[in-house]
């Protein structure tokens, strides 16, 4: 666990599209996630 | 060129519909879906409000369903009897359906409803296919191969009543079709889709059935639903359109034959990276429409239905008048259009056939 988050940064750098493509999910996801409950409350 | 909708009553672009169907009908011939879960958004964006975009497209997914399904039935690529199986559990799945619907209208939150099922289903089904589509690349990039099990086993293959599906070669408990049928149905009613891209991978990697006969009995599950969905939109709330079907019917015909073509020499994985990237991108929108811009569904602009043409005033009265007719007329003409256009491609391809015969 500590060697991968060690090796983290240059795994980021290493796959800069991938990294890309989690944070653009994570922010689509989020921003409906937060939407929903914003709705119906 | 914009035209009247009767009775969805608005005005929509005639291009816009026709070309939009058109490329949803070309997706949908490349990746052998519906493409109900493209074109409802790309009409709720052309101003149609939801509920009668859901209907609508319920329709047109008949009409498309019909023509796959009878291109199938002539290669003898169907098994009817999973395919019924699926059909008893999609009958109830779908009558739970339009009961929630129901629910959801009387309430008033039948639009964010079905803009919010939208977003998550595309949202789920995106990052899946973009994941799986990235990964695919990656690992012919890297000239990894993985052999997969043949059939994975989960708790749904250990219900009882087995029975033996002959042409399919499995021999499976009834309740692993039905509620697979079940959950289509549901999500059919409420969001106006046929549910092929729930059922598709469910027949896979569920059912475990052979590739060879998925897509003709996916199309074939799809009619009997769609036929119900829309038979129960036209009943319930009057909300089937013949203009707005008509028009969405001739560009997705049109556009699933030309897909399947293309479909024969294009990258696979590519194309799936491409589809999952359109597919988060509507689901952008449409939460860009919900819950940043939502006064731009409420400001469309509607014509007094007083001052109606001839067609138009009659398609209205018929809908009021006799809803049961109306929604029998509407299923019909999917019917038959989707029939013609399984037999106009049969005729066009044995004369291509003919052709290459001669020239050889």
């Known amino acids: ?13 290493k796959n800069k599209l991938k990294t890309g493509i989690f944070l653009g999910l994570s922010a689509y996801w989020g921003i409906i996630l937060a939407g929903t409950l914003i709705q119906f409350n | 060129m914009d ?19 058109g490329i949803v009908g070309i997706l949908s011939g490349l990746f052998g879906v ?46 009817y009897k999973m395919g019924l199986m699926i059909v008893a559990g999609g009958i109830f799945g779908t009558l739970f359906g339009i009961w929630t619907f129901t629910y959801f209208k009387g309430i008033g939150k039948i639009d964010i409803v079905i803009s919010l ?31 997969k099990k043949l059939h ?13 599906f002959q042409k399919s070669k499995l021999y499976e408990s009834v309740f692993t079709p039905i509620i697979i049928g079940l959950i289509v149905g549901f999500i059919a009613a409420i969001m106006g889709i046929g549910g092929a891209f729930i059922l598709v991978p469910a027949m896979i990697y569920i059912i475990g059935m052979p590739t060879r006969l998925i897509p003709g009995t996916s199309l074939f599950v ?7 969905v829309t ?37 696979s994985s590519a194309l799936k990276t491409l589809l999952a990237i359109l597919l988060l991108l509507v689901g952008i929108a449409i939460a860009y429409d919900t819950f940043f811009a939502p006064e731009t569904i409420a400001e469309t602009i509607k014509i007094d239905v007083n001052n109606l043409n001839r067609l138009s005033m009659f398609i209205k009265r018929l809908s009021i008048e006799v809803p049961v007719l109306y929604g029998l007329f509407s299923i019909v003409v999917a019917l038959i259009l989707g029939v013609a256009a399984a037999f106009i491609r049969r005729y066009f391809s044995n004369l291509r056939k003919k052709y290459i015969k001669k020239t050889n």
């Not at chain 2, 319930?236 to 073509?261: A, E, P, R």
């Open chain 2, 222 to 228: 799809t009619i009997f639903i769609s036929i119900i």
């Open chain 2, 231 to 267: 038979f129960l939109h036209a009943f319930n709330y009057g909300s089937i359109d013949l203009i707005l079907v008509f028009m969405l019917i001739t560009g997705s015909i049109v556009g699933v034959q030309c897909g399947q073509k293309f479909g024969e020499s294009i990258d």
């Open chain 2, 34 to 79: 519906g493409g109900g879960f493209l074109m409802t958004p790309f009409l709720i964006f052309l101003g149609v409000p939801p509920t009668y975009a859901v209907a609508n497209e319920a329709n047109n997914i008949l009409a498309t369903s019909v023509s796959g399904s009878t291109t199938h039935f002539l290669k003898d690529t169907l098994d």
């Open chain 2, 117 to 147: 099922a939208y977003m998550y289903i595309l949202a789920i089904i995106g990052t899946a296919m973009l994941v799986e589509g990235l990964g695919e690349i990656d690992k012919a990039r890297k000239k990894i191969f993985i052999k």
């Open chain 1, 1 to 13: 666990m500590t060697n991968l988050i060690k090796k983290l940064p240059s795994e980021i750098k």
């Open chain 2, 152 to 164: 994975v086993h989960y708790w749904i293959h250990g219900l009882p009543l087995r029975m033996r």
């Open chain 2, 3 to 21: 035209v009247f909708l009767p009775i969805a009553e608005v005005s929509v672009n005639v291009l816009a519909i026709f070309s939009l169907s």
